[in-house]
C-alpha cells in the first residue's frame, strides 16, 4: 500500500475538494459528480505518467575543455 499511499491521498484530496465544492448549494447534481469524478480521475493521470528523464548536460565550451597547463 505505501507504493500507493500518495495516489490515494491525492485522489481523495481532489475528490473531496470537489464534493465540499458541489455542496455549497446543499445537494449534488449529476454534473457536479462529473466534475468530482474529473478531479479523481486527473489524480489518477498523474501517477499513471511517468516523470520525464533529466535533461542531458550541457555541452562544455571550449574554455572549460582546456587543461591547466602550468
Request: glycine letters at 8%; proline letters at 7%; aromatic letters at 6%.
Amino acid at each position: 500500500m505505501n507504493q500507493y499511499a500518495k495516489f490515494a491521498v491525492a485522489a481523495i484530496a481532489a475528490g473531496l475538494v470537489a464534493l465540499q465544492t458541489a455542496l455549497t448549494d446543499g445537494t449534488v447534481t449529476s454534473a457536479e459528480w462529473v466534475t468530482i469524478a474529473i478531479a479523481v480521475v486527473g489524480a489518477l493521470g498523474v501517477w499513471i505518467v511517468p516523470n520525464a528523464d533529466p535533461p542531458l548536460p550541457e555541452m562544455p565550451g571550449k574554455h572549460e575543455l582546456k587543461e591547466d597547463v602550468r
